[in-house]
């Protein structure tokens, strides 16, 4: 399935690295999502974007910076990252109609890793 | 806290059908029912939803009881590749209640 793509697959980084996930989606939707899974925990919503805005904000740390240039990217800039942020980060995207938001479809996932 | 109570694991042999339920009593009216699964390390895939009709799609049919309290996947003829956590998920559509909760799931094996 190439609806949602991410990049990259896995990445590796230093407490001191500065690096970013890429999210792409070709579904034509306009909203974005970033989550948050680690192991053996349920996804955590960590942002959302609708039409290019930010629409929601769960109490990230600020070490995570979201970037939503245009409807079809979404990027999540990481710095000064701890172990315990290494987990499975994952972009969803839905189509907001003026009913609420439809159905999310997730990329597979960039698997970080934070040493 | 989930919405929503399956069961942790299930097996079913390859071929035959398999039928993962979820219990949602506390559903209310505006609510969907989603189905979601994720293999191993990789993004949930979405199944199929519905708010109170029986629902059937290419991968899947969504059996919803009349109380709407609790539901059943069916995968009509499981394959190999159908092993997964499956999880059923309860959300509203409308803004602020759009959130998905992922709760446990059901971890389906299927057997050769």
């Known amino acids: 399935e190439t609806g949602v793509t991410q990049t990259p697959r896995h990445l590796v980084m230093g407490m001191t690295n500065k690096k970013s996930l890429k999210c792409e989606q070709h579904?034509?939707?306009?909203?974005m999502y970033w989550y948050k899974q680690s192991a053996k925990k349920p996804l955590e919503l960590m942002f959302v974007?609708?039409?290019?805005?930010?629409?929601e904000n769960n109490s990230v740390p600020s070490r995570f910076s979201p970037e939503c240039p245009n409807s079809s990217h979404l990027f999540l800039h990481l710095h000064t990252l701890q172990p315990e942020d290494s987990a499975l980060y994952l972009c969803?995207?839905?189509?907001?109609?003026?009913?609420?938001?439809?159905?999310?479809?997730f990329g597979p996932g960039t698997r970080l890793t934070v040493l | 806290d989930a919405k929503t109570t399956q069961p942790p694991s299930m097996d079913c042999a390859e071929g035959r059908a398999a039928n993962l339920p979820c219990n949602h009593s506390?559903?209310?009216?505006?609510?969907?029912v989603y189905w979601y699964r994720q293999i191993h390390s990789q993004g949930p895939q979405y199944i199929i939803h519905?708010?109170?009709n029986n629902e059937t799609n290419e991968m899947a049919s969504l059996i919803i009881t009349e109380d709407r309290k609790s539901s059943t996947l069916i995968l009509p003829h499981a394959t190999l590749r159908d092993t997964a956590v499956y999880y059923c998920?309860?959300?509203?559509?409308?803004?602020?209640?759009?959130?998905?909760?992922f709760g446990t799931g059901t971890r389906l094996t299927i057997i050769p």
């Open positions: 969803a995207s839905s189509q907001d109609r003026d009913g609420g938001r439809d159905t999310q479809y």
């Open positions: 579904l034509g939707h306009n909203a």
């Open positions: 974007y609708s039409l290019e805005e930010r629409v």
């Open positions: 506390t559903i209310s009216g505006n609510e969907y």
């Open positions: 519905g708010l109170k």
């Open positions: 998920i309860v959300r509203g559509r409308d803004f602020g209640n759009e959130k998905l909760t």
